[in-house]
């Protein structure tokens, strides 16, 4: 893969299925627009794809219950370039626009009766994010021409959204069944405050009410906890429904019972906590009942992100990380804490699961592999057939395979992760690739960065060190306040179990990683830079003193992850040893990183330089965190092409000179 294959990665999502009707929303980049295209697509459950949306940036595809409609996010309009809610015979026609509002609208969740949908939205106060002042003049103000913002709560801004306080995310329910083929008259009402955001809703079984998530207490204080709480449909003010033992994401109702998925934790304690399925009885009386658990906390991370919970013959389908797959099981409806081995699996040990949908008997799931970023697949009983094949031209522009390697670390605990090879005999030169987080992790599934370097002559070796999720709840823990200890002896284990093959250059050796990876990659640039030739850390925290203050999560991360103290925050802080780095270095960040923000990187930019190091900083103007996976197509263009020109002047390319 070449760096201008980006164009290749098709991303598949969303997927919603009723009777024969499976619908996808299909995304990727486009280079020459700088922007990302997403497409409503129907896929044939005998393999048919074709275009069902017209729209250039449609998603969120939901069939109603009935069968009859879709709603579904269309960017364009009036509002321009943020999305808004439609709706669509199932047929096809005309769609027909449901809000206008000022910073968009979430997806739709559908009523059991059809009628109504519920969503979220940002609504802005007057006067700021492109809305007229209050006093009735019309006046709009430019971003800098905006009144001052009085901040009273540390948790005030969240990277690659802005500034939250000022635009909380509320509530709305709209009667589809009564709106004009022109679309909306009139700003649809909210039914929540604005002094904490809501999210997920989810309607009870009587459409009366809507389940929201929203934090402890609704947002009295800065909190991690959070609760669910009912919403009367017709308006009123919200009831604590289910109070949890941490929080909760995607509920999920089923007659009476609500199913969730929540991670138990104290206070701020939240760092490497597995998320379990959890279930209470439901009432909207404001007596909150107690949940229970029905997944074993250290052997079970279930993954909301990736669909469900949902309804499925006589258990509960969630998705499961396990040793760098994303697994469907299945949970029993009656269980108690069951582990891991307990839990019936309907996918494969090498699948990734990004997303899934129920209807009757039937799954449509997304799911990603070692040479695709996601297919559709409908899993019905024990037949399992894939409708599509949008990594086709990937394939054609050549995927390399990749080694799965187990090894010990210095006290023999055993790591996991792999190795991507080159075309050709070698000797190659070696990069090792640390992932962000920490409590992240590298997975079976196609990874467009280790397929760029080894196309261009790169050995890549992915490790998950502990810290990372999918290998048990301790495993994840096992680096809290200890950053830099058993993950870097985890990672230098998996480097030397790679360079023991012949085809790997030892000799030829370079470090980089993103945020917890940047952080590592700085740390063992200073504790171990013998093993290395240079060295690539971006999007990085180098220092804990100031991250605490200056990242959207730094009051949070710091204490979770247990660096308290002056003292504690210089050992753990690789900025600290900037004067042992003798090594190249890059330091790469984006402007608008809100999560490790751009001081972190000039922080140590201006220490490396005045240490005499070969330092080089590279800045992406207009972008967060998320550059590498989610930021403008030409920005990860230009990303790539910097990536490979560093490693060209300090490893070389393709076999040793030496």
């Known amino acids: 893969m070449r760096p201008t294959d980006l164009e290749l990665l098709t991303v598949p999502c969303s997927p919603t299925l009723h009777g024969d009707l499976l619908l996808i929303a299909l995304s990727r980049p486009d280079l020459a627009d700088n922007r990302y295209r997403s497409v409503l697509r129907k896929v044939g459950l005998d393999g048919e794809d074709r275009p069902w949306s017209t729209g250039e940036q449609d998603s969120s595809p939901v069939i109603s219950p009935d069968g009859r409609q879709v709603a579904f996010l269309r960017v364009g309009g009036a509002r321009g370039s943020v999305p808004q809610l439609h709706v669509m015979p199932v047929g096809g026609g005309e769609s027909v626009r449901l809000t206008d509002l000022p910073l968009g609208a979430g997806p739709a969740v559908w009523a059991p009766d059809s009628r109504r949908i519920a969503f979220t939205a940002r609504v802005p106060e007057p006067g700021r994010y492109g809305t007229p002042v209050a006093d009735g003049s019309g006046w709009v103000p430019e971003p800098d021409e905006e009144a001052p913002r009085r901040i009273t709560r540390l948790d ?98 089923d007659g009476d019972t609500v199913w969730f998925y929540g991670a138990e934790f104290g206070g701020v304690d939240f760092a490497a906590r597995n998320a379990g399925l959890w279930s209470a009885t439901l009432r909207v009386d404001g007596t909150p009942t107690v949940p229970r658990k029905h997944t074993d906390t250290e052997s079970v991370d279930c993954v909301p992100d990736a669909g469900g919970p949902a309804r499925y013959a006589d258990g509960v389908l969630v998705v499961v990380r396990n040793r760098g797959a994303a697994e469907l099981r299945l949970v029993p409806r009656h269980a108690e804490a069951a582990e891991l081995g307990e839990l019936p699996t309907l996918t494969g040990p090498r699948d990734v699961v990004r997303d899934f949908d129920v209807d009757g008997d039937r799954i449509a799931a997304v799911i990603a592999g070692p040479e695709s970023m996601g297919e559709v697949v409908l899993l019905d009983g024990d037949d399992g057939r894939g409708l599509t094949d949008f990594a086709a031209p990937l ?44 409590f992240a992790r590298y997975e079976w599934s196609f990874f467009d960065e280790a397929q760029v370097y080894a196309a261009a002559g790169y050995a890549v070796v992915l490790a998950n060190p502990r810290g990372s999720a999918g290998y048990g709840q301790a495993h994840g823990r096992a680096v809290v306040g200890r950053f830099g200890t058993v993950d870097a002896d985890d990672l230098l284990a998996m480097l030397d179990a790679a360079l023991s093959r012949p085809e790997l250059d030892a000799t030829r050796v370079g470090v980089m990683g993103g945020s917890y990876g940047g952080f590592m990659t700085t740390w063992l640039a200073a504790h171990h830079g013998e093993r290395f030739r240079a060295a690539w850390s971006e999007r990085a925290v180098n220092a804990w003193d100031s991250f605490a203050g200056s990242s959207d999560v730094g009051w949070e991360f710091v204490q979770g992850y247990e660096f308290h103290g002056a003292e504690v925050q210089r050992d753990r802080s690789p900025l600290s040893y900037a004067e042992k780095i003798d090594i190249p270095f890059a330091v790469v960040h984006s402007e608008h990183d809100w999560r490790c923000p751009v001081e972190q990187a000039q922080r140590l930019f201006v220490a490396l330089r005045r240490a005499g190091t070969e330092a080089e900083l590279l800045l992406f103007p207009g972008e967060g965190h998320e550059l590498s996976r989610s930021g403008k197509p030409r920005h990860r263009l230009q990303r790539f092409e910097a990536v490979l020109d560093w490693w060209s002047r300090h490893l070389g390319t393709g076999v040793s000179s030496a």
């Not at 070698?426 to 990069?431: A, C, F, N, Q």
């Open 156 to 253: 005030y801004r969240l990277d690659d959204v802005g500034f939250l306080l000022d635009r909380p995310r509320r509530l709305f329910v709209l009667d589809v069944s009564t709106l004009p083929e022109s679309g909306p008259q009139e700003t649809p009402r909210p039914l929540t405050d604005n002094v904490t955001d809501v999210e997920d809703p989810a309607w009870t079984a009587d459409g009366r009410s809507v389940l929201v998530v929203a934090a402890r207490d609704w947002g009295r204080a800065e909190t991690l906890h959070r609760d669910l709480y009912a919403v009367p449909a017709d308006g009123g003010d919200p009831v604590l429904a289910v109070r949890t033992e941490g929080n909760a994401l995607r509920p999920m109702v």
């Open 395 to 438: 394939r054609g522009a050549g995927i390399r395979p990749r080694d799965e390697l187990t090894t010990e670390s210095v006290d023999g605990y055993p790591v996991h992760g792999w190795l991507v090879l080159p075309e050709g005999p070698g000797p190659h030169p070696v990069l090792l690739a640390v992932h962000g987080g920490p």
